[in-house]
């Protein structure tokens, strides 16, 4: 069984500029998740959508994070503009449903912001 | 809310030693408790969960207990290798809820 898929692995930018993240989730995983961690801490989650729509947002910086999940599937991350303390790898994850199930992660993307 | 604290690391032990990293939670009814592991550059992987109070979990030689009496789910692996150098993290997720709660991750070096 593939697991969740990530892209791109690693990306630099320079602050103000933008950046997009992919997650391809699990096949059949209702539910996908987005996790921000910064080195030598634990994730935290942004973004928690059940099928298509948001279960919770409300740790994400909407003045510059946005994510959506149109069609229930493949999902993406945006950072518009960009700042140094976006250093972090985001974490995609997902789980068959949201209680009580083991969420499944990606590798992450990497992303440095100079 | 709920919650979950790790102990604080960096832990350094010699290869074939005994291993703990403590957990406890906070949380309202029976929610899962979880083991994720993250190895140098690489996302998080399940290491082990349990889902009710006296289950224990175990994968790879590691084992956790669910302790209800005492809100713990500490990690154990009686002999480390170098090749469990990670960082691991202990989570949880309420049955009724919908999220998971992770604690601060506790760095492990295994040396030679």
């Known amino acids: 069984e593939a697991g969740v898929a990530q892209s791109p692995r690693y990306k630099i930018i320079e602050k103000r500029q933008s950046v997009a993240f992919w997650c391809n989730p699990i096949?059949?995983?209702?539910?996908l998740y987005w996790y921000q961690q910064i080195l030598g801490q634990g994730p935290k989650l942004l973004i928690q959508?059940?099928?298509?729509?948001?279960?919770?947002d409300s740790q994400l910086p909407k003045d510059r994070f946005s994510a959506e999940r149109l069609k229930g599937v493949d999902s993406t991350l945006k950072i518009q503009p960009a700042k140094l303390e976006d250093s972090a790898v985001y974490l995609c994850?997902?789980?068959?449903?949201?209680?009580?199930?083991?969420?499944?992660f990606g590798e992450g993307s990497w992303l440095t912001v100079v | 809310g709920d919650s979950v604290t790790q102990m604080e690391g960096p832990v350094t032990l010699s290869e074939e030693a005994f291993l703990t990293i403590n957990c406890t939670y906070t949380a309202t009814g029976y929610p899962s408790l979880f083991w994720y592991v993250q190895y140098p550059g690489e996302g998080l992987q399940l290491l082990l969960k349990?889902?009710?109070?006296?289950d224990k979990g175990s994968n790879k030689g590691f084992e956790a207990t669910y302790r209800k009496e005492t809100t713990s789910f500490h990690l154990e692996k009686g002999s480390v290798q170098v090749s469990d150098s990670a960082v691991y993290f202990c989570?949880?997720?309420?049955?009724?809820?919908?999220?998971?709660?992770f604690g601060t991750g506790t760095s492990l070096t295994v040396i030679p």
């Open positions: 989570a949880l997720t309420p049955n009724t809820g919908n999220q998971f709660y």
């Open positions: 096949s059949g995983h209702a539910t």
């Open positions: 349990a889902t009710k109070a006296d």
């Open positions: 994850a997902s789980s068959l449903a949201p209680s009580g199930n083991t969420i499944y």
């Open positions: 959508f059940q099928n298509n729509g948001v279960v919770d």
